[in-house]
């Protein structure tokens, strides 16, 4: 059996796959409604929009609700760094589809709304193109929006919010989604590849993902070819990297996960598996599946102190730990960066970092939180060479001896 | 609401360790302005950060100090801060 199921069928460079084509390709469903959770639950299939929670359990959660239901299924991958969930939009939408419909079913969604980035024009339109095939009975059940572009538009209750009132902000929980989401019904919201894989277990069943299932890694940063990259479950990251045409030059770090990841020390990144399950066993996080090695030209201070400063300017500015929190960590690093650090900012990133996690109604300061400190890790000399030698030494390459 | 102000069990806390309650407490991040009115109420599981706003124990309250969390729920003008079952507050 293929290697690649999710991307299978004519060339990506065609564009969407007809929904005939997909159909003689694939076949129908087999398994839908309880069977299909239960295959679910036996594939261990986890979220891949990013906080990677059991698929099974999550349409468990919905399904158990009492009264009309929804599903949104979550294509706003407002992540810059992953391009995963456009591509598959743009390329199979009926297997986003398909899972989407088969989740509606299961957990006994009625209405069902494709939530997908603004910016991510053609996967929308492919999404547009392939609703078009579907049959009717399906089309009146499902309609497209379009989600702001802001990080944390896709954050499940931001989706929520915004399809029932137009603003992509989180709320608090509970409820959380699941209990009351689109006009206050149980809902379902679900990443789209993992509707898709879902698609996928429906034909082939649990046993199959868990032993020949296959995710979608955004390679990206210094190599040679970025882009997605679809691989089996457990892959290490040197092959992810090698099919991205390798990495030109030394590497000293990679991001795993995207923004809301965290740096590795690419010694160690090598090795460690693609597996939500075994890269958590690791201490590390898939994410939503992003690999980026650090261009040797980069140093990892200054590129942390970016990124954080994005998120800090992302955030939605409801909760005050996020804000000031995110905000003086941006600033601190911005500062340590440039060599103008002043006494103590390592010990208040520190601190800082370690009080965030957990304080916000969303996990927008977790995320940032954790990426701040696995740069403290991974980075630590060169903190120290930004603290001691207060000269700007961003452009330093990484793999330098002391300049 | 009780005045921060006027806390006339000052000293006499965090002595009698009994049991522990079945609650824990819970911010609603988006209302909480960081008043402090609960970090002065309940030092014993609450502390301000840099900018005034609440780092709560994730621990369950002890029952000793239930009441002084109920004056502590009681005195936020925001409604921001709740007694919540387990597992049902953050």
């Not at chain 1, 299939?45 to 359990?57: C, I, S």
């Not at chain 1, 468990?60 to 391009?83: H, K, T």
């Not at chain 2, 209302?31 to 599981?45: F, H, I, N, S, V």
């Amino acid at each position: 059996m293929s290697l690649t199921p999710l991307l299978d069928g004519p060339d990506l460079r065609e564009g969407a796959e007809p929904a005939a084509r997909h159909l003689a390709r694939l076949g129908p469903s087999l398994l839908s409604g309880p069977e299909l959770i239960d295959a679910l639950d036996q594939s261990d299939l986890r979220g891949r929009g990013g906080a990677g929670f059991p698929v099974g359990r999550k349409w468990r959660s919905v399904a158990g609700r009492q009264g009309p239901r929804a599903l949104i299924a979550n294509g706003a991958e407002g992540e810059p760094l992953s391009f995963k969930d456009r591509l598959l939009m743009q390329a199979r939408p009926h297997l986003v589809l398909d899972g989407a419909v088969l989740a509606a079913g299961a957990v006994g969604a009625e209405q069902i709304v494709l939530y997908i980035g603004r910016e991510h024009s053609a996967a929308a339109d492919a999404m547009l193109h392939a609703l078009a095939e579907r049959p009717a009975t399906e089309r009146a059940r499902i309609r497209i929006s379009r989600a702001p572009v802001a990080y944390v538009s896709g954050e499940e209750t931001a989706a929520v919010q915004f399809v029932n009132r137009g603003v992509a902000l989180p709320m608090s929980v509970p409820p959380r989604p699941f209990e009351a989401g689109v006009g206050g019904r149980p809902t379902l919201v679900q990443n789209v590849e993992s509707l898709a894989a879902a698609a996928l277990i429906a034909r082939r069943g649990g046993a199959w993902y868990r032993s020949s299932g296959t995710l979608l890694v955004t390679v990206t940063g210094a190599v040679a070819r970025p882009g997605v990259v679809e691989t089996p479950l457990g892959t290490p990251v040197a092959e992810v990297v090698e099919r991205a045409g390798g990495h030109p030059g030394s590497v000293q770090a990679l991001l795993l996960g995207g923004y809301f990841g965290g740096w590795v020390a690419a010694d160690e990144a090598w090795d460690l598996p693609l597996h939500p399950e075994r890269l958590r066993g690791t201490g590390h996080a898939l994410g939503c599946g992003v690999v980026a090695p650090l261009p040797a030209d980069r140093c990892g201070v200054a590129e942390t102190a970016r990124i954080v400063s994005y998120l800090a300017g992302q955030s939605a500015g409801q909760c005050g730990p996020c804000v000031f929190g995110l905000g003086a960590i941006a600033e601190t690093l911005r500062r340590i960066a440039v060599g103008r650090s002043r006494p103590d900012d390592l010990a208040r990133l520190d601190r800082w970092s370690a009080e965030l996690p957990g304080r916000g109604a969303c996990r927008h300061p977790d995320g940032g939180a954790g990426l701040v400190r696995s740069a403290l890790g991974v980075f630590a000399d060169d903190f120290a060479h930004h603290l001691a030698r207060r000269g700007c030494a961003a452009a330093r390459p990484l793999t330098a001896g002391v300049a | 609401m009780s005045e921060p102000s006027a806390r006339p069990w000052d000293g006499a806390r965090g002595v009698a360790r009994v049991g522990t309650s079945r609650v824990s407490l819970g911010i609603d991040r988006i209302r909480c302005d960081g008043r402090g009115y609960c970090a002065e109420l309940l030092p014993e599981m609450i502390r301000l950060d840099d900018w005034g706003y609440p780092i709560v124990s994730s621990e369950r309250v002890p029952d000793h100090l239930l009441d002084h969390a109920r004056r502590a729920v009681a005195a936020c003008p925001l409604l921001a801060i709740r007694l919540a079952a387990d597992g049902r507050s953050r």
